[in-house]
């Protein structure tokens, strides 16, 4: 169908699908500027062209015009990793702050630090025994003489254009959020430069971790992006694994000295952690004195939205609703005791106190008293704040997940993606989130191609999860599989589902007794089933569906026999039954 779509344009009739040979090199550097420097997305790039030519360029289309312009960088050499590391001890000794660098290709969005570029450079030995260093300004030159590589660094707080180096004197910038990077826009009118509104490049946020100069984070770098999650319980092994047996005195002293020696999310997180994996059925998870002191500490410090976002997201993906019910109660408590009536504090967990208590019509005045709240924060504090990244993603979540037209909310959250990268880093979980938002949307709305890329983005964001994470990653996967459904490549949902399925039973186990998670399980089922039968296998799904109905309810009648009950009759919801979007 689409072929034939094509051939029809190509007799004159209508405006050719293609664009001519000097239209793309008109396009070359707008495209350059606004796709690898300013960060946009590919969508939005391809946008500009659809509204200069009336073409919107299929991926597939972009991608090879990217080749063709030598842009398809797939990975550094060791050149130009020994470029980063002279640039990297340059920074480092001319201002004394930490360092990094964002590296943007047509293929791929990474974060490097100076861990990160040695490791790669012992992957990649020197070919001759006398290498020369580089200095500065040959070090500029490699990393700005590639069309297709476009390099940040990040000192401290502040992102600077890697050919700005010795260019000027950044002292006075550092520190400042904009003194580097003033704010630009593209120009308006005709022409393939058109109206396209250039963000400011933004500093790193003060967000999962102190930026104070003084800052004493674990020593294996809770500045790093890389796996800060998973190295949550490798970290405080033996620091915080006994805290719900600690005694009121004890707690107190405890942890007001790691709050002094570290910073103060890392620490909340880590207390948080335990008392989730400590709790037994049928404990209040969230009672423990340090876990108390620790959100009293965070109150203060105003980091408590983003604690709050990590551990709904944990429990929310590990079916844990009665833990994550109190929490959000007893954290809301304790906000109100401590902020004041009118504090923009409060309005987040409402919504999720309306939310997880089904209050239909509390939720949908909780949520337009936010969405008219969040201009005012954005003018209030800037973008990467704490308040402002926080209520813009619960701004954004509301609307894609109650309202039924939430296209507004996906355009702003897709336009506010590189920022919030940029931000609080791409291995971030809350960006992570906001990818899956993106993807459920785009597969709502059956822009599957969409959807495809932005969950493959998620999926690499989330990277290898510690396991808290990892029903949050199979729930990506469920979604990618829903995109590759939709573009009719069964086999490859196939294989995502299988992996969801694994996943579920390793996480859940059949029988549990959560309908939560045995919900999840038989959405996994149903769906692989769905796609067997497309692939024309329905003898293995019918036999698929009557295994782990069998197996179930014999897990199901051992588990309630072991606590002396009688098991109900558990009859699995009709095969068509669709999968829910949000796992509870």
Same mark, same amino acid.
């Given at each position: ?247 009121? %005195?004890?707690? =107190?002293?405890? &942890? ?6 570290? *910073? !103060? ?5 880590? @207390? +948080? ?55 959000? %109660?007893?954290? =809301?408590?304790? &906000? ?6 009118? *504090? !923009? ?5 409402? @919504? +999720? ?69 940029? *931000? ?161």
């Amino acid at each position: 169908m689409a072929h034939s779509k094509q051939q029809s344009t190509r007799d004159g009739s209508s405006k050719s699908v293609y664009l001519t040979l000097e239209q793309w090199e008109e396009l070359k550097e707008p495209i350059r500027q606004l796709y690898l420097v300013q960060g946009l997305s590919l969508k939005l790039t391809r946008n500009t062209v659809r509204d200069q030519y009336g073409v919107f360029p299929t991926e597939r289309v972009y991608k090879s015009r990217f080749e063709k312009w030598g842009w398809d960088v797939k990975k550094l050499n060791r050149q130009q990793y020994r470029a980063l590391m002279t640039v990297h001890g340059h920074l480092t000794d001319r201002f004394e702050d930490r360092v990094h660098f964002l590296v943007r290709t047509a293929a791929f969005t990474r974060t490097y630090n100076s861990t990160s570029i040695k490791k790669e450079l012992n992957r990649k030995p020197a070919q001759s025994v006398g290498e020369r260093p580089l200095n500065v300004n040959e070090a500029i030159g490699i990393l700005t003489q590639h069309p297709g590589l476009h390099v940040r660094a990040v000192v401290g707080e502040t992102e600077l254009d890697i050919d700005t180096i010795t260019k000027m004197d950044l002292k006075s910038g550092i520190g400042s959020t904009h003194s580097a990077s003033p704010r630009s826009e593209a120009t308006g009118g005709p022409g393939p430069h058109a109206s396209v509104p250039i963000a400011p490049p933004l500093a790193r946020a003060t967000l999962g971790y102190s930026t104070s100069r003084t800052c004493r984070c674990p020593p294996s770098s809770a500045h790093e992006e890389y796996d800060y999650d998973a190295e949550l319980t490798d970290m405080f092994k033996g620091v915080t694994i006994d805290i719900v047996t600690w005694t009121p %005195e004890r707690p =107190s002293d405890r &942890v007001k000295s790691l709050m002094a020696n570290w *910073s !103060v999310p890392y620490v909340l997180q880590c @207390l +948080m952690e335990t008392a989730v994996l400590d709790s037994k059925p049928g404990q209040r998870p969230f009672s423990s004195e340090a876990l108390s002191i620790a959100l009293n500490e965070t109150v203060e410090n105003k980091h408590i939205l983003l604690c709050l976002n990590w551990v709904i997201c944990v429990l929310y993906f590990n079916c844990r609703v009665h833990g994550l019910r109190q929490f959000v %109660e007893e954290s =809301s408590a304790l &906000v109100r005791a401590k902020t004041p009536a009118e *504090s !923009v504090l409060r309005l987040p967990f409402d @919504l +999720m106190s309306a939310w997880l208590r089904d209050d239909a019509a509390e939720l949908s005045r909780l949520g337009a008293e936010l969405r008219q709240a969040y201009p005012q924060v954005r003018r209030t504090f800037p973008d990467s704040h704490p308040h402002s990244v926080v209520y813009f993603y619960f701004s954004c979540w509301y609307s894609l997940e109650h309202e039924k037209s939430s296209l507004e909310a996906r355009s702003e959250l897709q336009n506010a993606l590189p920022m919030l990268k940029r *931000s609080l880093g791409f291995h971030n979980s809350l960006v992570s989130q906001s990818m899956v938002m993106l993807g459920r949307s785009f597969n709502n709305t059956r822009h599957y191609a969409d959807a495809r890329m932005i969950l493959s983005q998620a999926l690499e964001s989330i990277g290898s999860p510690c396991k808290h994470m990892v029903a949050y990653r199979l729930y990506a996967l469920e979604l990618l599989a829903e995109a590759e459904t939709g573009f009719n490549e069964l086999e490859a949902a196939q294989k995502h589902l299988e992996e969801v399925l694994a996943g579920r039973l390793a996480l859940f186990g059949l029988g549990s007794n959560n309908e939560a998670a045995t919900s999840q399980i038989w959405c996994a089922v149903y769906e692989l089933c769905e796609v067997m039968k497309q692939l024309g296998k329905v003898h293995e799904a019918g036999e698929l569906r009557r295994r782990y109905h069998m197996e179930h309810e014999e897990a199901r009648r051992h588990w309630f026999v072991e606590r002396n009950q009688t098991p109900p009759e558990i009859v699995p919801p009709p095969f068509q039954t669709p999968s829910p979007r949000s796992p509870r």
